[in-house]
Nanobody
Framework: QVHLVESGGGLVQAAGSLRLSCEAS????????MGWFRQVAGKEREFVAA????????AYTDAVKGRFTISRDDAKRTMYLTMNNLKPTDTAIYYCAATRSLSNGYVATTGDDYGYWGQGTQVTVSD
């Protein structure tokens, strides 16, 4: 079992930056591939970024490439999403997720791949 808690959301102006954190408790996070998703009310949850358990592999949705960076620090049991040049279209609730991984290079990019989810943190980007 892994328990995930997100933090770092808030209100920011367009072109600003935020860094989201996802702290894991329970089993060691280094056994898990992890990712970020976001959801706007009335829309389906969408994939944002993912990272393998070894940190050697990452994936991003096209809308955030070049602006967002996913990283992890397993000594702190924490995953991060550094978001730069934020746009109003990035406004959403952001969720972190984890899945047990047997492969160092495994990157999970769909919600169904994940078994553990945090409660979400709101990110609002104003014009």
């Amino acid at each position: 079992q892994v328990h995930l808690v997100e933090s770092g959301g808030g209100l920011v102006q367009a072109a600003g930056s935020l860094r989201l954190s996802c702290e894991a408790s329970g089993r060691p996070s280094y056994n898990y591939a992890m990712g970020w998703f976001r959801q706007v009310a009335g829309k389906e949850r969408e994939f944002v970024a993912a990272i393998s358990r070894s940190s050697g592999d990452t994936a991003y949705t096209d809308a955030v490439k070049g602006r967002f960076t996913i990283s992890r620090d397993d000594a702190k049991r924490t995953m991060y999403l550094t978001m730069n040049n934020l746009k109003p279209t990035d406004t959403a609730i952001y969720y972190c997720a984890a899945t047990r991984s047997l492969s160092n290079g495994y990157v999970a990019t769909t919600g169904d791949d994940y078994g553990y989810w945090g409660q979400g943190t709101q990110v609002t980007v104003s014009d």
